[in-house]
């Protein structure tokens, strides 16, 4: 069945450093990507998403790519401010219109001053 | 746009009553809402599709008779966990989509509840 692999956390950065959160994906077909983020006692909301291979969603200076021939798609932010803490999940999507989501287990980022 | 509300946010209830939580589109018609439960530092898992007008789709695992899932309107769905038990203390999260040509969900805030 499809599937989503995220990394590990808690990830913990300095203000201002590089973040990358790896996520990889099993699924036939082609689905659609997403990044959503859940800040703390917060639902979760949409940061990003791309529908096809190549595509680049974007939002807030996160960005990520679909990359179909590594089955990856991983969230990436130039500079992260301590109000990007939250857990950030990666999920997949099938099916077109209200497509059941497969998430992966999360993974939450600590930024530090 | 597309806000989707849950009510209440936190319930605590004994064991044996039932509890029902109310997800909400404020903004936005949606023919199709999603129900997950989120178990602490764990992803969401989907428990089932809630299509209006029409029976939920279960997921395989999750009991019908325990979740019963009302989608009697365009922007309500209800979830009403049955003779809970402490087993069943979660967090409950309702999405929707917006209607047709988007694959995109809208997440409500979630509801935590607490089975004495």
């Known amino acids: 069945g499809d599937s989503v692999t995220q990394m590990e956390g808690p990830v913990t950065l300095s203000e201002e450093a590089f973040l990358t959160i790896n996520c990889t994906y099993t699924?036939?077909?082609?689905?659609?990507l997403f990044w959503y983020v859940q800040y703390p006692g917060e639902g979760l909301q949409l940061l990003l998403k791309?529908?096809?291979?190549?595509d680049k969603g974007s939002n807030k200076g996160f960005e990520a790519t679909y990359r179909k021939e590594t089955t990856s798609f991983h969230l990436e932010k130039g500079s992260v401010q301590v109000s990007d803490s939250a857990v950030y999940f990666c999920a997949l999507g099938k099916g077109g219109t209200a497509s059941k989501l497969t998430f992966g287990t999360g993974t939450r980022l600590q930024v530090t001053l | 746009g597309a806000v989707v509300s849950q009510h209440p946010s936190r319930v605590i209830c004994k064991s044996g009553t039932s509890v029902k939580i109310e997800c909400r589109s404020l903004d936005f018609q949606a023919t199709t809402m999603f129900w997950y439960r989120q178990f602490p530092k764990q992803s969401l898992m989907l428990m089932a599709t809630s299509n209006e007008g029409s029976k939920a789709t279960y997921e395989q695992g999750v009991e019908k008779d325990k979740f019963l899932i009302n989608h009697a309107s365009l922007t309500l769905s209800t979830l009403t966990v049955t003779s809970a038990h402490p087993e069943d203390s979660s967090f409950y999260i309702c999405?929707?989509?917006?209607?047709?040509?988007?694959?995109?969900?809208?997440f409500g805030p979630g509801t935590r509840l607490t089975v004495l």
């Open positions: 699924a036939t077909g082609y689905p659609s």
């Open positions: 999405s929707a989509s917006l209607p047709s040509g988007t694959d995109t969900q809208y």
């Open positions: 791309a529908t096809k291979a190549d």
